[in-house]
């Protein structure tokens, strides 16, 4: 059975239009076989540029027969291709062609490279956590749904602020007024909480995040939470605007005073394809251009090593400065030292 890649691209740009068409004859020439959603195959049939064959997705082939999503465009197209995959596990390799892309692997300029790299099958998958929102008013379940990035509780007016109580594992926290909470996953870190003054947090940490936005409160830090307890935002019944759900900043829903907001670790992971075993940190760097200026490195262990021994002090045993040579160190009369007795009297009489 023929491979089936799936090409996704934001086709409002034509260098993602161009993308996608050499993409997809990069595959079809490769033997795999290239498939384009219905929208993103009438864009690319707009312009004059010769397309290579492709198969429609649920028309000539079904999502679960996808090996792999190639998204092409920054971190709101994976984000996008990732609700579409949600319910089947397929991995997404993403390629930048935006701004910053953190969960991209790769850039427009390696983009032969890339596909290449899926013809031979050269890559891993690395799961990322997601969380799983649910929307309560009164007794009343409203919403279900979920986030790779973060759900956050915003205030729907923007002259004044929403007054909220956060809570995290059924317990109470502090109450306080903001402009919203930014409830997230360690991959959500590097997005809207990053923005919000909280911490980055590795990828492979299991952790929730909880970050309050401008909050008039004394306490108002943003927090790491177990991955095994449940965060949860209400909007104060006192509150007199309405507040608004974002998850990943597509899906939203109103959210009228007296509304509750859990968030927990969603049981299903989203699968993110690697081909490159590259260091978070070394990501960090690249993707936010910090400056390393002045760093040397750590010292190799053959040198540390040495450097070691040579540091050890060399002890030499000396005598005391009172005892010459050829004489004989004098003792107390009391010490456990064997000699002759005293001829009279004392401890050994």
């Known amino acids: 059975m023929s491979r089936k890649i799936l090409v996704m691209a934001h086709m409002g740009?034509?260098?993602a239009k161009d993308a996608a068409r050499d993409s997809c004859r990069q595959l079809?020439?490769?033997g795999l076989v290239p498939v384009l959603s219905r929208a993103d195959l009438d864009a690319l049939q707009e312009d004059i540029e010769p397309l290579a064959p492709v198969e429609v997705l649920e028309e000539d082939v079904s999502l679960r027969q996808i090996e792999l999503v190639m998204v092409l465009g920054g971190d709101g197209s994976i984000l996008r291709a990732a609700e579409l995959v949600r319910r089947v596990d397929t991995p997404l390799l993403g390629v930048n062609l935006g701004h910053v892309g953190f969960l991209a692997e790769s850039e427009r300029s390696?983009?032969?490279?890339t596909v290449e790299?899926?013809?031979d099958g050269r890559y891993t998958v690395e799961q990322r956590m997601a969380i799983d929102v649910t929307?309560?008013?009164?007794e009343h379940k409203v919403l279900h749904t979920w986030a790779l990035n973060e759900a956050s509780v915003e205030k729907g007016n923007r002259e004044k602020m929403i007054e909220v109580v956060v809570e995290v594992d059924r317990r109470p926290l502090s109450t306080f007024g903001c402009d919203g909470v930014v409830l997230a996953t360690p991959t959500g870190s590097t997005a809207y909480a990053f923005s919000a003054g909280?911490?980055?947090?590795w990828p492979e940490v299991e952790a929730l995040l909880m970050v309050p936005l401008s909050a008039h409160a004394l306490f108002s830090r943003p927090l790491v939470i177990s991955p095994n307890s449940m965060m949860a935002v209400e909007v104060l019944t006192r509150t007199d605007t309405r507040g608004v759900l974002w998850c990943d900043g597509r899906r939203t829903t109103e959210l009228p005073p007296g509304s509750r907001i859990e968030v927990v670790r969603s049981?299903?992971?989203?699968?993110?394809?690697?081909m490159h075993r590259t260091p978070f940190s070394e990501r960090l760097v690249r993707?936010?251009?910090?400056?390393?200026?002045?760093?040397?490195?750590?010292?190799?262990p053959e040198e540390a090593a040495a450097a070691r021994t040579a540091a050890l002090p060399t002890v030499a045993a000396e005598p005391p400065a009172h005892a010459g040579v050829g004489r004989e160190m004098p003792y107390p009369a009391d010490s456990d030292v064997p000699g002759p007795a005293p001829s009279s009297g004392g401890p050994g009489a």
């Open 13 to 15: 740009r034509q260098e």
């Open 28 to 30: 079809h020439d490769a």
């Open 110 to 113: 390696d983009l032969a490279g």
């Open 117 to 119: 790299a899926v013809v």
């Open 135 to 138: 929307v309560w008013q009164g």
């Open 198 to 201: 909280g911490p980055v947090v």
């Open 267 to 274: 049981p299903r992971a989203v699968n993110l394809a690697r």
């Open 287 to 300: 993707k936010f251009e910090l400056p390393t200026t002045g760093w040397r490195g750590p010292v190799p």
